[in-house]
C-alpha cells in the first residue's frame, strides 16, 4: 500500500519561510519522479516544483529562486523548502509520486499524499 504523508505546513507571515515534506512509503523512491503541487480556493491544482530520481529539478516560473525541492533517498521523503513567500502562495500543498511500486515494479503510476495547509498572511 503507497502512503504519502505530507508534514510541515502552517501560518507563516509574509516574507517568512516554511518548509514542508512528504514522506514515502510503498513506492520504489529511488526510481521515483517526485513534485509538488499546489491548490488554492477556486484555482486549478498546479505543478510548483519536480525533481526526478537523478536528482534534475524543474519549478513553476512563480517560485523560480525562491523555493527549492529536494529529496532524501535514504529517508524515502521529499521537502520543499519555501522563502520569500507571499499572499499568492496560499495554497493546500500536495505530494505526488510518480513510479513503480513492489507489485507493479515494471510501471510508473501515480500516487497523492493528503495535502498540508500553508497560510501566508500578509
Known amino acids: 500500500q503507497v502512503q504519502l504523508v505530507e508534514s510541515g505546513g502552517g501560518l507563516v507571515q509574509a516574507g517568512g519561510s516554511l518548509t514542508v515534506s512528504c514522506a514515502a512509503t510503498?513506492?520504489?523512491?529511488?526510481?521515483?519522479?517526485m513534485s509538488w503541487y499546489r491548490q488554492a480556493p477556486g484555482k486549478q491544482r498546479e505543478l510548483v516544483a519536480r525533481i526526478t530520481s537523478a536528482g534534475s529539478t524543474d519549478y513553476a516560473d512563480s517560485v523560480k529562486a525562491r523555493f527549492t525541492i529536494s529529496r532524501d533517498n535514504n529517508k524515502n521523503t521529499v521537502y520543499l523548502q519555501m522563502n520569500s513567500l507571499n499572499f499568492e502562495d496560499t495554497a493546500v500543498y500536495y505530494c505526488n509520486a510518480h513510479g513503480p511500486t513492489l507489485t507493479n515494479w515494471n510501471q510508473r503510476l501515480d500516487f497523492w499524499g493528503q495535502g498540508t495547509q500553508v497560510t501566508v498572511s500578509s
Open positions: 510503498g513506492v520504489i523512491f529511488g526510481r521515483s519522479t
